[in-house]
């Protein structure tokens, strides 16, 4: 075969694309953005269903054109440009001192977001199950601990499979919600006024804004190493496409679900639980497995951004320290109420997340001129 025809085989070979690597990145996407927040329906409440309509509606759609723009954006430049280190990312999109600063402090922020979770846990163990919130805690970071342990490829591998899964569950427990209770969604609506619900913001924008910039710092390094495992960038971008909008579809679904009960779900830690203990024990016990899973799905990857940040996954380093923030994050997850973290944590980082998108916009709409210009 001729260079000529030996190169333009290698292309078509990088061009291809695969439906079930494309099926399984955006199964990982679904799973790391469905975790203990999302999960027990907690996330929901307070960023989307405790602003009604505009909150459903507007944030929901708000939060489908922005994260399918960050994850595809992370995706595609985590394929293309490879960096050495998933954290490069920031500096690629902030500059040097930008960069280190969002650096440091993303990784403080997904160490505390792996405490959420646990936090998440204890509060499933201690609402449904009526245990310690300790044996869920202590359980879920024992078992993050060990799946981390054996690296990206496996990671990717588990969650991905299962994140679709967790994803249809929920969308059935939403849907479920809105059917059982029609009428329900504009008499929750008019209720909501005169309710003390904890949100995200002073307005459904602002939350919109908030809950993506809260992901984005959770995404980045995560997505760009995923990224460098896809083998094409059609491959990366469709990935990226589909479970950013299976993920923004769910949580629009799920918010109807919980604004048509929210006289019921209003001031509990776990309202998804409430809805299926409505309809029956045993789908609430389905249900409490699907929120453990959930939360385990997101906790991994969390759990693998920071040690990753410190060590490449193969070397020893990597294990010891994983083991190390699994301890650190469960005295910090169950210290603090599971509600309470959801709000203070996720809130201020995500101010500090729209900071970062902004950030994006202008590299990215600067690379468009660019490409136009040459």
Not at 80 to 86: G, I, L, N, T, Y
Not at 133 to 157: E, Y
Not at 174 to 196: C, D, K, M, Q, T
Not at 229 to 248: H, I, Y
């Amino acid at each position: 075969m001729t260079q000529v025809g030996l190169t333009q085989a290698r292309v078509e070979t990088q061009q291809k694309t695969s439906i079930p690597r494309i099926l399984t990145y955006a199964g990982a996407i679904v799973a790391f953005l469905i975790g203990s927040g999302f999960a027990t329906g907690q996330e929901i409440l307070q960023y989307f269903t405790s602003y009604g309509y505009w909150g459903v509606f507007g944030t929901g759609l708000l939060v489908l054109a922005l994260m399918t723009y960050v994850v595809i954006e992370f995706f595609v430049v985590g394929q293309a440009k490879s960096f050495d280190k998933p954290s490069r990312i920031f500096h690629y999109y902030c500059g040097k001192y930008l960069g280190t600063f969002f650096d440091y402090f993303s990784i403080l922020f997904v160490f505390l977001s792996f405490a959420v979770m646990v936090a998440g846990a204890g509060a499933v163990f201690e609402e449904h199950y009526g245990l310690s919130k300790f044996v869920g805690g202590i359980g879920l970071a024992v078992v993050v601990g060990l799946t981390v342990w054996f690296g990206l490829k496996n990671l990717v591998d588990v969650i991905g499979k299962i994140g679709p899964l967790i994803a249809v569950i929920a969308i059935a427990l939403g849907v479920l919600g809105i059917v059982r209770n029609p009428g329900g969604i504009a008499e929750g609506n008019a209720l909501l006024p005169g309710l003390e619900l904890t949100q995200a913001s002073t307005n459904w924008f602002m939350s919109g804004l908030s809950y993506v910039g809260f992901c984005m710092l959770w995404l980045a390094a995560f997505l760009t190493a995923l990224g460098k495992t896809a083998r094409s960038r059609k491959e990366a971008a469709t990935g990226g496409l589909v479970g950013s909008v299976v993920f923004s579809v769910a949580c629009i679904i799920v918010g109807l679900g919980l604004l048509a009960h929210i006289a019921r779900v209003n001031g509990t830690e776990i309202p998804m639980l409430v809805l299926a203990n409505d309809v029956s024990p045993l789908l609430a016990a389905g249900i409490s497995v699907m929120i453990l899973a959930g939360i385990y799905t997101t906790a991994v990857p969390l759990l693998w951004t920071v040690s990753s940040r410190f060590y490449s996954d193969e070397k020893p380093g990597f294990k010891y320290l994983t083991l190390a923030l699994a301890a650190a994050g469960t005295v910090v997850g169950l210290v603090v109420p599971f509600s309470q973290m959801v709000n203070v944590v996720y809130v201020i980082n995500g101010y500090v997340g729209i900071l970062l998108l902004l950030l994006m916009l202008v590299k990215t709409g600067s690379r468009v001129v660019l490409r136009r210009a040459f």
